[in-house]
Structures are given as structure tokens and as C-alpha cells.
């Protein structure tokens, strides 16, 4: 069974960047569309940012365009989020999340999604 990890998360002041790793174990990632969540206390999760399996389709929020970017290198089956031009209202918990044969529309719909990480916290203060 996939197993995913996040890492990468951290306090960061406002304008800064961080750079979040969802590192894949149990099954190849080259199958799987990937999404990235966020959930901030109160708030339901949010889909941000997503890619498909051969990393040449991307989709992102409208909260995070031109800030945030995705990428995948499957040969080391690891998924990158870029963070930059960090905001206070960014601090959430960050999932990735992973799903085979997903309608590309849907990609930023948390439901589509089988397998889940625990997540790794973001907090933008100064």
C-alpha cells in the first residue's frame, strides 16, 4: 500500500519561503495524481495545488497562484511544494495526498483521494 510522509514544514516569517517534501513508500508514484491540502484550525481543507502522474499538468488555487509551485520527480518518488511569498493566512497543516486515474478537473477536490499523509505544519508569523 502507498504510504506517503510530508516534511519541509516550519515558522517562517511573512514574505519567506519554505519547500515541502511528500516522500512516497510501498508502490511507484509514476501511477498517481498527487494533490497538496491544507487545513487551518476552524477551516475546512482546502485543495492548492495538484499534478499528474507525468508531472506535465499542474493545476493550482486561486489563494496560491504565482506563489506556490508543484513538481515530481518519480524516479525518487518524492513530490515538491514550493512555498514563496509566504502570508499569515498560509499557516495551515499541508497533506499530500495521492489517487490513480483522476479526472483532471476534480484534482483539487479532497474526496478524490485514497491515500493520505499526516502532514507537516506551516506557520507564518513574525
Known amino acids: 500500500q502507498l504510504q506517503l510522509v510530508e516534511s519541509g514544514g516550519g515558522l517562517v516569517q511573512p514574505g519567506g519561503s519554505l519547500r515541502l517534501s511528500c516522500a512516497a513508500s510501498?508502490?511507484?508514484?509514476?501511477?498517481?495524481?498527487i494533490g497538496w491540502f491544507r487545513q487551518a484550525p476552524g477551516k475546512e481543507r482546502e485543495g492548492i495545488a495538484c499534478?499528474?502522474?507525468?508531472?506535465?499538468?499542474?493545476r493550482y488555487a486561486d489563494s496560491v497562484k504565482e506563489r506556490f509551485t508543484v513538481s515530481r520527480e518519480n524516479a525518487k518518488n518524492m513530490v515538491t511544494l514550493q512555498l514563496n511569498s509566504l502570508k499569515p493566512e498560509d499557516t495551515a497543516t499541508y497533506y499530500c495526498?495521492?489517487?490513480?486515474?483522476?479526472?483532471?478537473?476534480?484534482?483539487?477536490?479532497?474526496?478524490?483521494?485514497?491515500?493520505w499523509g499526516r502532514g507537516t505544519p506551516v506557520n507564518v508569523s513574525s
Open positions: 495526498a495521492a489517487v490513480e486515474n483522476l479526472w483532471y478537473p476534480q484534482c483539487l477536490k479532497h474526496e478524490k483521494y485514497t491515500f
Open positions: 499534478i499528474g502522474p507525468n508531472g506535465r499538468t499542474t
Open positions: 510501498g508502490y511507484p508514484l509514476d501511477y498517481y495524481d
